[in-house]
């Protein structure tokens, strides 16, 4: 019977995962542990490091009772039954693979310390997203360092929506568990099928192998950012001849075969996964010499890149091709709403494109700290999947970049507005107020499809929408 449940890795998916186990398990101990003094310090405090709706009322109830976390790696993990691994697993910057291939120094560095200080049998369990075949060589580390300890090796993929994490972890629409097609193995992911049962229905988990379970993660992500690139690829063409994204999808999402989910036209995909997941199964196929289906998942990432691209573009040739110390308001920085999530998101590549240009930019977003937005606009590609206290902790800010707590405030003044995240607010604001308030003519860019361009037209912006028929202005503005 598992008595305790150790975490190694204090983020998004660790914390969130680790509450809601503490809250429908109270017979068990859950520990989440982390070198970072700062994270695991929040993750005690009445602010806690991620925002993540639903997760605050989780943690209170369950934090002091059978919910910690702590510092203290070594003990939690000698003491757990079960070893939880989530941590950052970056894509490598140089190398074999640089670009593609997930970097594993991190969950090397936790296998050796759980092989170091284990002094009973574990169960250790594969929750960041790793390419497939980790788990043999974490049996391999863990084997040869056992000290005739036995250790099984489980995957157990996250399928969490940020926004919707603790929903999603209440209610599943499956759980995988994989592991070794042996007595052992079998055991262990009866083991963790336990925990689950506790509040997942048992039809929702599913057990397979290790490799299915760890390539699974992989395409889930690989085919849901393969429904926006697809659906951001029709919105050019929508914009080219004048048909309307949202009518277009809303009648492709009809058809019950295909479903409406995933088909809203934006700037593009951001996040912690897509991207470093479909180049991760890029380098797979590479590796195992299947170089059209690499090619075909990189055109995946390709669109997503090419979708921000066209974005800047039409920013700057709208605006008379300068945009050259002009102010440009930002309306949200996390890559999708009720997240303070800023991994991957389409805004950085956006203020990066603006920037290049000499624009002045100001930005609001309800739950992002000017601190994370100046450190994502000076970070590094791929340097944001590293530990928060390996990563430049006060960045020297970028001198065109504002960041204000207030909507109105960023627009003051502006050229031009660029709605980059769908907040609900942005729905709600009053844009004759922003419109009077602003440099004229006065653009507005949507790039998540939040407002509605008529009502926007009639108060006297030039709007453009992703996907959706340009006014005489842009036709005018941005032809060839």
């Known amino acids: 019977m598992v008595k305790k449940i150790c975490c190694i890795g204090a983020g998004y998916v660790g914390g969130p995962t680790m509450a809601v186990i503490a809250l429908k398990c109270p017979s068990i101990e859950v520990v989440v542990v982390d070198i970072s003094v700062d994270r695991i310090t929040a993750w005690n405090s009445d602010l806690l490091p991620i925002y993540e709706p639903g997760l605050e009322d989780v943690v209170k109830k369950c ?15 000698s003491e757990a039954d079960i070893i939880f691994v989530s941590v950052n697993t970056p894509t490598k910057t140089c190398g074999i693979g640089a670009g593609k291939a997930a970097d594993l120094t991190y969950w090397e560095s936790a296998a050796r310390m759980i092989a170091d200080v284990a002094k009973s049998d574990k169960i250790v369990v594969e929750k960041s997203t790793v390419p497939v075949k980790t788990a043999e060589a974490i049996e391999q580390i863990l084997t040869h360092n056992s000290k005739g300890i036995n250790f099984q090796v489980l995957s ?28 052992g193995g079998q055991k262990a992911i009866e083991t963790l099928k336990e925990v689950y049962s506790n509040w997942v229905p048992e039809d929702r988990i599913i057990t397979a192998n290790l490799w299915s379970a760890e390539l699974s993660k992989l395409a889930a992500n690989a085919f849901l950012a393969q429904r926006i690139s697809s659906v951001n690829a029709i919105s050019a063409l ?27 036209a934006s700037v593009g995909f951001g996040g912690s996964c897509f991207q470093k997941d479909i180049l991760n199964l890029v380098y797979l196929c590479e590796c195992h010499g299947l170089s059209e289906v690499a090619l075909y998942w990189k055109h995946v990432v390709q669109i997503n890149d090419y979708q921000k691209t066209r974005f800047v573009d039409m920013v700057v040739a709208s605006m008379f091709n300068a945009v050259s110390d002009k102010k440009i308001a930002i309306l949200g920085f996390a890559f ?38 100046q450190r994502d606009l000076t970070m590094n590609k791929f340097d944001w999947d590293h530990p928060i206290h390996l990563q430049q902790m006060s960045p020297s800010p970028v001198k065109q970049v504002t960041v ?28 004759k107020k922003i419109y009077d308030n602003m440099k004229k003519p006065a653009f507005l860019f949507d790039g998540r499809n939040v407002v509605d361009p008529e009502k926007l037209r009639e108060i006297g912006f030039i709007v453009y929408s992703i996907g959706r028929p340009l006014d005489a202005w842009l036709k005018a503005h941005t032809s060839d």
């Open 336 to 373: 999708k709403k009720d997240t303070g999530d800023t991994r991957e998101t389409a805004a950085i590549d956006v203020c990066k494109g603006l920037l290049r240009e000499k624009a002045e930019i100001s930005i609001y977003d309800p739950h992002v700290t000017e601190d994370q937005i």
């Open 238 to 264: 929508c914009e080219a001849t004048g048909a309307d994204i949202t009518v277009v999808a809303d009648a492709v999402g009809k058809n019950t075969s295909i479903g409406p989910e995933f088909l809203s």
């Open 404 to 431: 204000t707590w207030d909507a109105y405030e960023a627009t003051k003044g502006a050229h031009g507005i660029c709605i980059l995240t769908e907040w609900d607010e942005f729905k709600q604001l009053d844009y």
């Open 156 to 183: 157990n993929p996250e399928f969490l929506a940020e926004g919707t994490a603790i929903q999603d972890l209440f209610y599943p629409d499956r759980v995988l568990i994989g592991g070794r097609e042996t007595p």
């Open 63 to 77: 934090r002091g009772v059978n919910l910690f976390f702590s510092t203290d790696t070594e003990k939690h993990i």
